[in-house]
């Protein structure tokens, strides 16, 4: 049976027709040593058979169905894996250069959307992998869940080789159409299901509390507009120009410290990392003599399950403001925390793909208006626990760097045992001397921590 792209994925795959939007994440991971290449190039194998996206690419569809996943006939996974030797110095600002321009460069849509790359030869005879995929292809938990097949912490799947695709009696142009009037059917199925279970209850309601019933209704059409509002200014007048270079830089927290600044200002350490990305942005403001106040963020927040697969991307992006002029941290922190309670029970949540189809109905140019009106992303993955390694060689670092998708930079926080590490991914034209940015960020991180130093 064919498989869809979301209408939320196709919605991120279609706005890409604007290369500033593009939707494409790099992780890094730094090893103490080079792994063996042949163990590496297994679990990725592995990898590639538990995860059926890996081994197909997305083609389109005639309308109104979305785009689909295909198998590819030509899947050579040494395209998607490579090997290669760091160009001296071979140091980690060599990895992230490398970084840097894999996430600029947009992936060859005739295969697989992904790929690895192993680099031997950096300082102290270390290496990196550097990992790229299409966010289509899983989110930031779902990365999580594989990267426990590839560090061998998952039990790994039957090593069955992939079934032949099978021969169609029709040809691909036409069995495009006929994927898509199954699609059609089954949308129209599902309505009516849903229908038939919704309406009588929907109708019982309205004649037993008519008044709940409408103030119910209102709340959820409130909700969605909240969701969907344009955007028709950046809150930052100093970070409103967009391009397509990107800078990236990383930073280190300690966990147990980043939690107890948390803890001090009465939430949770997602709230205490967006208050660092805040504070950065406020200090950044500061030093060009710019006055801030509230800026726009984007946050995802996960929908994913524990019985979903591993491919697909499960998550919704929701937008709100946030206090950056705000000085003290704490206060800060209590604010931010008020504000993501608040979006974290809306009730549109629960409606995310319908919304997603309908914004898939609105000019490309109308999203891309808003999108680049949105001041900065904020994303917290909860890594691994425990140390691993790969290849017989230990990780001692993994940094994940978010696409900006017309926001002016990307910080996504990723756990790795007892250290929050930082992956920023900045458009330089909005934020030109990203050094003054990243020291900014690095003052909010001490700010932050002081804060909480109390509690530790």
């Known amino acids: 049976m064919t498989k869809f792209l979301s209408n939320s994925d196709a919605f991120t795959w279609g706005m890409e027709s604007d290369p500033r939007l593009r939707s494409t ?60 030797s760091a160009p001296p110095p071979g140091t980690p600002d060599t990895v992230l250069e490398f970084a840097r321009l894999a996430a600029m460069e947009d992936f060859d849509r005739a295969r697989p959307l992904w790929t690895a790359t192993l680099i031997d030869g950096l300082h102290d005879d270390c290496a990196a992998v550097v990992l790229k995929f299409h966010h289509a292809l899983t989110d930031g938990i779902g990365g999580i869940r594989i990267g426990m097949i590839l560090f061998g912490l998952a039990d790994l799947p039957d090593r069955h080789e992939s079934e032949p695709a099978r021969g169609s009696p029709l040809p691909r142009w036409l069995r495009g159409y006929s994927d898509t009037a199954r699609y059609d059917a089954s949308v129209v199925s599902g309505a009516v299901t849903g229908a038939l279970k919704f309406v009588p209850k929907l109708f019982a309601d309205g004649v037993l509390r008519p008044v709940d019933t409408v103030s119910s209704a209102a709340k959820t059409a409130a909700s ?51 208050a660092v990305v ?45 206090p950056v002029g705000t000085v003290d941290p704490a206060e800060r922190i209590r604010q931010i925390h008020e504000r993501t309670d608040i979006v974290r029970g809306e009730r549109s949540l629960p409606y995310t793909q319908l919304i997603a189809g309908a914004l898939n109905l609105v000019p490309r140019w109308y999203i891309g208006s808003i999108l680049r009106n949105v001041d900065f992303l904020c994303s917290d993955v909860p890594g691994l626990p425990v ?56 003052a909010a991180v001490a700010e932050v921590l002081d804060s909480g130093a109390a509690q530790v």
């Open 278 to 322: 805040a504070g950065g942005l406020r200090r950044y403001h500061e030093h060009h003599g710019v006055s801030v106040g509230n800026l726009h963020m984007t946050m995802p927040i996960s929908l994913r399950k524990e019985d979903n697969e591993l491919g697909g991307n499960r998550i919704t992006l929701m937008r709100f403001d946030i």
């Open 25 to 84: 994440v790099v992780t890094v991971i730094l090893l103490d040593r080079s792994p063996d290449w042949e163990q590496v190039r297994e679990r990725f194998d592995i990898i590639s058979r538990a995860v059926p996206m890996v081994r197909q690419k997305v083609v389109g569809s005639p309308p109104p169905a979305p785009p689909r996943w295909e198998d590819a006939a030509d899947f050579d996974l040494d395209f998607h894996i490579r090997r290669m």
């Open 387 to 442: 140390p691993v390694s790969l290849g017989g060689a230990r990780v001692t670092a993994q940094y994940a760097f978010g696409p900006t998708i017309g926001a002016a930079v990307n910080v996504t926080l990723l756990t790795y045992v007892d250290v929050c590490t930082l992956g920023i991914d900045g458009d330089t034209g909005a934020i030109p001397d990203f050094e003054v940015f990243l020291d900014c960020l690095a």
């Open 224 to 274: 969605v507009y909240r969701t969907v509002r344009p955007v028709t200014r950046t809150g930052s007048t100093l970070m409103a120009e967009r391009s397509l270079i990107r800078r990236l830089g990383v930073l280190e927290i300690p966990l147990e410290q980043l939690r107890a600044a948390a803890h001090h200002g009465g939430g949770a350490l997602n709230d205490a990392f967006v």
